[in-house]
C-alpha cells in the first residue's frame, strides 16, 4: 500500500502532522507493507530566493492579524509540537523560498534519503537557529547529514532547473488531486486525509486503506488458457 503525503518545509502543520502520521504508522501492524512518498507542495510558489521574512511578519501581513495574534498562533503551534514531542521555536523564526529544499528532497529520494532529509529540514526550521533559507551551505550541510553528496548537492543548488520539473510535477498533481492546503496524505489513490489530524484518525485511515488493498483474485476459467511467459508463447498443437 502506498501513502503520499504532500507537504511543506515551512508548514508548522506539517511538521506536526508528520509527527502524528508517523505515530499511527509506527503502531500499524502491516507497517511493513505500507510505502511512504513524500511529495512537493509550496505555500509561497514564486516567492523570490532572497524574500526572507520574520514569521510574525509575514503572518501579520498575509493573514490581516495583530503581532499579538500572530505570536498567540505561534505558541498554540508550540504546545501543539511539544505534544508530539517535537522542538518548536515560537519567536526569532523566518520565513522564505522553500523551493531549493523541494528540489533537494527529490534529489534524495532518488538515494533512499528523503525521508532522513526532510525530517532534518523539519528540525531545522521550526526548531533551530539557524536560518534555511538562502543559505546554500546550510542545505549542504542538512544534505550532507543525511547522507548526501555535497558536491552533488552543491551542484542541484547551483542549476535552478535540476529537479524543478518533479517540484512542480508534485504541485500540479496536487491541485488536480483537489489539494489547496497541506498536509495532504492520499492512500491508495482511493482516500484523502486533509490536515494535521490526531494520530487515531491516521490509524482508521491506514486500516481501511490497508483492508480494501486485497491481492488480485484470479477467476479460474477451469483449465489453462493459452498464454505468454517468459519462456515464451504456447503453441496450440491442434
Given at each position: 500500500?502506498?501513502?503520499?503525503?504532500?507537504?511543506?518545509?515551512?508548514?508548522?502543520?506539517?511538521?506536526?502532522?508528520?509527527?502524528?502520521?508517523?505515530?499511527?504508522?509506527?503502531?500499524?501492524?502491516?507497517?511493513?507493507?505500507?510505502?511512504?512518498?513524500?511529495?512537493?507542495?509550496?505555500?509561497?510558489?514564486?516567492?523570490?530566493?532572497?524574500?526572507?521574512?520574520?514569521?510574525?511578519?509575514?503572518?501579520?501581513k498575509?493573514?490581516?492579524?495583530?503581532?499579538?495574534?500572530?505570536?498567540?498562533?505561534?505558541?498554540?503551534?508550540?504546545?501543539?509540537?511539544?505534544?508530539?514531542?517535537?522542538?518548536?521555536?515560537?519567536?526569532?523564526?523566518d520565513?522564505g523560498s522553500?523551493?531549493?529544499?523541494?528540489r533537494?528532497?527529490?534529489?534524495?529520494?532518488?538515494?533512499?534519503?528523503?525521508?532522513?532529509?526532510?525530517?532534518?529540514?523539519?528540525?531545522?526550521?521550526?526548531?533551530?537557529?539557524?536560518?534555511?533559507?538562502?543559505?546554500?551551505?546550510?542545505?549542504?550541510?542538512?544534505?550532507?547529514?543525511?547522507?548526501?553528496?555535497?558536491?552533488?548537492?552543491r551542484?542541484?543548488?547551483?542549476?535552478?532547473?535540476?529537479?524543478?520539473?518533479?517540484v512542480?510535477a508534485?504541485?500540479?498533481?496536487?491541485?488536480?488531486l483537489?489539494?489547496?492546503?497541506?498536509?495532504?496524505?492520499?492512500?491508495?489513490?482511493?482516500?484523502?486525509?486533509?490536515g494535521?489530524?490526531?494520530?487515531?484518525?491516521?490509524?482508521?485511515a491506514?486500516?481501511?486503506?490497508?483492508?480494501?488493498?486485497a491481492?488480485?483474485?484470479?477467476?479460474?476459467?477451469g483449465?489453462?488458457?493459452?498464454?505468454?511467459?517468459?519462456?515464451?508463447?504456447?503453441?496450440?498443437?491442434?
Amino acid at each position: 500500500m502506498r501513502v503520499e503525503i504532500w507537504s511543506d518545509i515551512a508548514c508548522p502543520w506539517c511538521y506536526v502532522g508528520k509527527a502524528r502520521f508517523d505515530k499511527a504508522l509506527r503502531d500499524f501492524p502491516h507497517r511493513d507493507d505500507v510505502e511512504v512518498v513524500h511529495r512537493s507542495f509550496e505555500l509561497d510558489p514564486g516567492r523570490a530566493k532572497d524574500d526572507i521574512q520574520p514569521v510574525i511578519t509575514m503572518l501579520t501581513k498575509k493573514y490581516g492579524m495583530s503581532a499579538a495574534q500572530a505570536e498567540a498562533g505561534e505558541d498554540n503551534l508550540g504546545a501543539q509540537a511539544a505534544a508530539e514531542g517535537l522542538d518548536y521555536r515560537t519567536r526569532g523564526r523566518d520565513h522564505g523560498s522553500t523551493f531549493d529544499m523541494h528540489r533537494l528532497l527529490h534529489l534524495a529520494k532518488e538515494q533512499g534519503r528523503q525521508e532522513h532529509l526532510l525530517d532534518l529540514l523539519y528540525r531545522a526550521n521550526f526548531a533551530e537557529e539557524r536560518s534555511v533559507f538562502n543559505d546554500d551551505e546550510r542545505l549542504v550541510e542538512l544534505a550532507g547529514a543525511a547522507g548526501l553528496d555535497a558536491q552533488t548537492v552543491r551542484a542541484v543548488l547551483a542549476d535552478p532547473d535540476a529537479y524543478a520539473d518533479q517540484v512542480r510535477a508534485d504541485e500540479r498533481e496536487a491541485a488536480q488531486l483537489g489539494a489547496n492546503g497541506v498536509p495532504f496524505f492520499v492512500l491508495d489513490r482511493k482516500y484523502g486525509v486533509s490536515g494535521a489530524q490526531p494520530a487515531e484518525v491516521f490509524t482508521r485511515a491506514l486500516t481501511q486503506a490497508y483492508g480494501e488493498h486485497a491481492p488480485l483474485t484470479i477467476v479460474d476459467g477451469g483449465e489453462d488458457a493459452d498464454a505468454c511467459g517468459p519462456d515464451g508463447c504456447a503453441v496450440p498443437q491442434h
